[in-house]
């Protein structure tokens, strides 16, 4: 049940969200967790779930109290997430809890996956700890800091994150003589950041073909997302950057059902993995059968359309920047075709077959909740339409 937390209580909760950001990047499938133990008023342990298969954020500010010389028992613990009480790549951290005779448990969020949804804290409250859920801002916060887990716990598909640069003009495309850049060095470096935070990156093979990515998250030390390409032809060319640099991570192609034979088999030998989907939730719900929980679509305006039009996307990131780019060039636009024509080779890999994204998507989305930020000379746009 919620409880009416004190601005001390949401003071801690505040900075156990803070904690829980160090595991960004690193934990997936599993959520992002941070926890704080306080006794007397006074922060005893902190900790995060700092990568997959260590210790739970739970377990680590246990281990950080211990080492200070302080003694949990009677203490109470502050947790972005309600402790698991199910055996996984760790133990269960509600044992953990119980055998430390911690006092009192505050949870800022909810797991919604089968396996704990209430669990962890009934065991605790059946063992003596009093427990009490956060409301307002910081169980707000809570949620969303953990959206890929939450979806894919509630629905077995990936959270979908679009990104998308636009000129002042409505431009997403730059002729084929001109920069292929419109967003600033500041946004593209955002980028980077985004693309090491993702489980998978997609574009369609209109931007493949064009633009020869290589999709990697350009950061030391960064762990590479999958590279996925809708490609319902199988045209990826064996000479791409992608294929040469699978040492660097795997790249998926994504089929259509009527792809040529010689050339899914041609992409295989050379190392793709491929998927055979007749449309983009079934693609979604494979890669959400791999462990992938967030989604990044990246590249190609038509594949953009073809998943509005789906009603798969989740959340956009949009840089609108500074420049008047005029009217779009009349042929071989970089990004592989144009919203509202004929089918794409990115529609034709995922979609129904009956007609452009633009006129058989659903009806206007307005989002949930959006926020605005300069970064560089560009204003970035980010709105949500969906909350899990």
């Known amino acids: 049940m919620k409880a009416e937390l004190t601005a001390t209580d949401q003071a801690h909760l505040r900075r156990a969200l803070e904690l829980a950001e160090g595991g960004r990047g690193r934990v997936s499938p599993n959520p992002l967790v941070g926890a704080v133990i306080v006794r007397d008023g006074e922060v005893i342990g902190e900790g995060f779930h700092a990568e997959l298969g260590g210790l739970h954020a739970e377990r680590a500010a246990l281990e950080d109290c211990r080492s200070?010389?302080?003694d949990p028992a009677g203490a109470t613990m502050y947790v972005t997430l309600e402790p698991c009480a199910h055996q996984g790549r760790q133990p269960p951290c509600v044992e953990a809890i119980l055998e430390a005779g911690v006092g009192r448990v505050v949870i800022a969020s909810d797991d919604p996956s089968e396996k704990a949804a209430g669990r962890g804290p009934g065991i605790l409250r059946d063992g003596g700890v009093e427990v009490a859920f956060a409301s307002g801002a910081e169980a707000t916060a809570a949620r969303r800091l953990n959206q890929p887990f939450r979806k894919h716990a509630r629905t077995g598909l990936p959270f979908v994150v679009l990104k998308m640069a636009m000129s002042l003009d409505g431009q997403t495309t730059t002729a084929p003589d001109d920069s292929p850049w419109i967003s600033g060095p500041e946004s593209r470096d955002l980028v980077q950041k985004w693309r090491a935070e993702s489980d998978a990156i997609a574009v369609g093979i209109g931007t493949a073909l064009a633009d020869d990515p290589l999709l990697t998250a350009r950061i030391e030390g960064a762990r590479q997302p999958k590279r996925v390409v809708f490609d319902s032809q199988a045209r990826l060319p064996l000479d791409s950057q992608l294929l040469q640099t699978l040492d660097q991570s795997p790249v998926?192609?994504?089929?259509?059902?009527?792809?040529?034979?010689?050339?899914?088999s041609t992409?295989?030998?050379?190392g793709a993995e491929i998927l055979?989907?007749?449309?983009?939730?079934?693609?979604?719900?494979?890669?959400?059968?791999?462990?992938?929980t967030s989604f990044f679509l990246e590249g190609g305006r038509t594949l953009a359309s073809a998943f509005v039009s789906a009603n798969q996307v989740d959340e956009s990131r949009t840089f609108i920047a500074p420049m008047l780019?005029?009217?779009?060039?009349?042929?071989?636009?970089?990004?592989?075709?144009?919203?509202?024509?004929a089918m794409s080779e990115e529609a034709l890999a995922t979609g129904r077959h009956g007609g452009s994204p633009a006129v058989t998507g659903p009806a206007r989305q307005v989002a949930l909740w959006s926020?605005?930020?300069t970064i560089g000379n560009d204003t970035l746009i980010t709105s949500a339409f969906k909350e899990w």
């Open 325 to 341: 780019l005029g009217r779009p060039p009349s042929s071989a636009p970089r990004a592989g075709g144009t919203v509202g024509g």
């Open 68 to 70: 200070r010389g302080e």
């Open 371 to 373: 926020s605005t930020k």
């Open 276 to 292: 055979v989907a007749p449309d983009i939730e079934s693609a979604l719900r494979e890669l959400g059968r791999q462990e992938v």
């Open 252 to 264: 998926l192609v994504i089929t259509a059902p009527d792809a040529p034979a010689d050339n899914v």
């Open 267 to 270: 992409l295989k030998s050379a």
